[in-house]
């Protein structure tokens, strides 16, 4: 099967998928490979040894060879994936992989997700799919001056206005909220 002869959509949806896949799997393998290293952690304070994790230990691990591979099968979706999608869409589709790797991290090392985290993990989805609904899927490939031109029109505009504004002020939000210990979100 030759990736360039799928129609558009069909390779748009085969991206879609792969992109969703890869990045469960990278994440899955992160998670893994994290596992490994605190048990590790463990068994090594537990007989009383200080300093860093052997990587000879790891790499005994099966399951921190799973993961690896996880990440490599990950990285190999992801490099497939800029031969299927145009990079408007790949760009936010990479919230993926830190969206999964929280939730894995909370199923399987039970890491507790407080509301901040909650809260960003929300906006980061919520952007992801608004970036992606948006993304150009067919025509990626932009030049210089389509990209100015596209850039000077009211609504891009206003979006870079209004992106400008979240991100002030989320960043006092933030500041106000590590300075005063006092206004505890969690």
């Given at each position: 099967m030759d990736m360039i002869?799928?129609?558009?959509?069909?390779?748009?949806?085969?991206?879609?998928?792969?992109?969703?896949?890869?990045?469960?799997?990278?994440?899955?393998?992160l998670v893994l490979q994290q596992q490994c290293q605190i048990e590790q952690q463990r068994e090594q304070r537990s007989f009383g040894v200080k300093g860093p994790i052997e990587s000879s230990a790891l790499l005994a691990e099966p399951r921190y060879l799973i993961g690896l591979f996880f990440v490599v099968l990950g990285g190999a979706s992801s490099l497939a994936n800029d031969g299927l999608l145009p990079?408007?869409?790949?760009?936010?589709?990479?919230?993926?992989?830190?969206?999964?790797?929280?939730l894995l991290s909370r199923w399987i090392l039970r890491v507790p997700i407080s509301r901040m985290h909650g809260f960003a993990l929300v906006t980061?989805?919520?952007?992801?799919?608004?970036?992606?609904?948006?993304?150009n899927l067919d025509d990626g490939v932009y030049s210089l001056?389509?990209?100015?031109?596209?850039?000077?029109?009211?609504?891009?505009?206003?979006?870079?206005?209004?992106?400008?504004?979240?991100?002030?002020?989320?960043?006092?939000?933030?500041?106000h909220y590590f300075e005063n210990r006092l206004v505890r979100l969690e």
């Open positions: 002869s799928l129609p558009h959509k069909q390779q748009a949806v085969l991206g879609l998928v792969n992109s969703i896949v890869g990045s469960a799997l990278t994440a899955l393998g990079q408007s869409t790949l760009a936010p589709l990479t919230a993926q992989t830190i969206l999964y790797k929280s980061m989805s919520v952007g992801m799919v608004i970036a992606t609904l948006g993304a001056q389509a990209l100015l031109t596209m850039f000077e029109q009211p609504p891009a505009l206003l979006y870079t206005v209004l992106a400008g504004l979240v991100l002030f002020v989320f960043r006092r939000i933030i500041k």
